[in-house]
Nanobody, 115 residues
Framework: QVQLVEFGGGLVQPGGSLRLSCRAS????????MGWYRQAPGKERELVAT???????NYADSVKDRFAIFRDYNRKTVDLQMNSLKPEDTAVYYC?????????WGEGTLVTVSS
């Protein structure tokens, strides 16, 4: 069974940067995507970015050119580098691994963008 643990959330000022990291345990398959989703207060969970290989990534329009996703297959990690953060990026960020159409989730880490 795959377990996911997120690190790196916190408070950051608008325009700042933050890097989230997710570490997985269990058996992962490189063909299955990993990614980050987020849920803001009163809103539904939404996709932020997913990655299968270094050249196969997908980003929400709202974070393109600001966020970057990285995956290390050996270390079983997926990182999300977030730059030029905006107050509307405030949310709980969840790590995800899609195991042959079954979603595995971490518990989430809170990111607050505020001055």
């Amino acid at each position: 069974q795959v377990q996911l643990v997120e690190f790196g959330g916190g408070l950051v000022q608008p325009g700042g940067s933050l890097r989230l990291s997710c570490r997985a345990s269990g058996t992962l398959y490189s063909i299955n995507p990993m990614g980050w989703y987020r849920q803001a207060p009163g809103k539904e969970r939404e996709l932020v970015a997913t990655i299968t290989t270094s050249t196969n990534t997908n980003y929400a329009d709202s974070v393109k050119d600001r966020f970057a996703i990285f995956r290390d297959y050996n270390r079983k990690t997926v990182d999300l580098q977030m730059n030029s953060l905006k107050p509307e990026d405030t949310a709980v960020y969840y790590c995800n691994y899609n195991h042959f159409d079954t979603d595995c989730w971490g518990e989430g880490t809170l990111v607050t963008v505020s001055s």
